[in-house]
């Protein structure tokens, strides 16, 4: 059963990079899918961020895109989200999760982290 | 780029069926698979519709998911409510260039 795990600071200054780590137990990256990237500020909706294949193939979210860097380490059996230039507004949950290819279906989802951007 | 349009909240009482709708703005509903997430109170979403349609291993039967061409919309219809069933459900489709989107959620009171 493939699982998802999220980690990284939970406090971020403004200005800073965000940075965000997905561990996946469970199943090989390597072996395939998309991985992606979401998240949820408090009390408001979801919010596509990005997705990267095995071989570093990626998909960002065009309003974030500028800002946005996702990554993935075969080796450790993870992948990365990096988001610089963080403000207020970046304070969510932030998720990770399998894509399913052609479908774009996020199936499972990591637990979630909250990353609050304060000074 | 595309939204999709859902309703802020629903309501119903146990034992009835409820739908919750969501309009793509943009492009046909029909060209890109839609699927439906229940999120309950501080928990992860988990899927109770992919492709349109399908219902993942585990998921009740009271859930069904249909696509409306006409209307250019999505729905989500619970049948049998029960109190268990009371979460924020979000519909989430794609386009043609992978950028996915999410819709706004909507809140279920089952009273």
């Known amino acids: 059963q493939v699982q998802l795990q999220e980690s990284g600071p939970g406090l971020v200054k403004p200005s800073e990079t965000l940075s965000l780590t997905c561990a996946v137990s469970g199943y090989s990256i390597s072996s395939g899918y998309y991985w992606g990237w979401i998240r949820q500020p408090p009390g408001k909706g979801l919010e596509w961020i990005g997705s990267?294949?095995?071989?570093?193939?990626?998909y960002y979210n065009p309003s974030l895109k500028s800002r946005v860097t996702i990554s993935v380490d075969t080796s450790k059996n993870q992948f990365s989200l990096k988001l610089s230039s963080v403000t207020a507004a970046d304070t969510a949950v932030y998720y990770c999760?399998?894509?399913?290819?052609?479908?774009?279906?996020?199936?499972?989802w990591g637990q979630g982290t909250l990353v609050t951007v304060s000074s | 780029n595309f939204m999709l349009t859902q309703p802020h909240s629903v309501s119903e009482s146990p034992g009835k069926t409820v739908t919750i709708s969501c309009t793509r703005s943009s492009g046909s509903i029909a060209s890109n698979y839609v699927q439906w997430y229940q999120q309950r109170p501080g928990s992860s979403p988990t899927t109770v519709i992919y492709e349109d349609n399908q219902r993942p291993s585990g998921v009740p039967d009271r859930f069904s998911g249909s696509i409306d061409s006409s209307s250019n919309s999505a729905s989500l219809t619970i049948s049998g409510l029960k109190t268990e069933d009371e979460a924020d459900y979000y519909c989430?489709?794609?386009?043609?260039?992978?950028?996915?989107?999410f819709g706004g959620g909507t809140k279920l009171t089952v009273l």
């Open positions: 989430q489709s794609y386009d043609s260039s992978n950028f996915v989107v």
């Open positions: 999760a399998r894509r399913y290819g052609k479908i774009n279906w996020f199936d499972p």
């Open positions: 990267i294949y095995h071989s570093g193939s990626t």
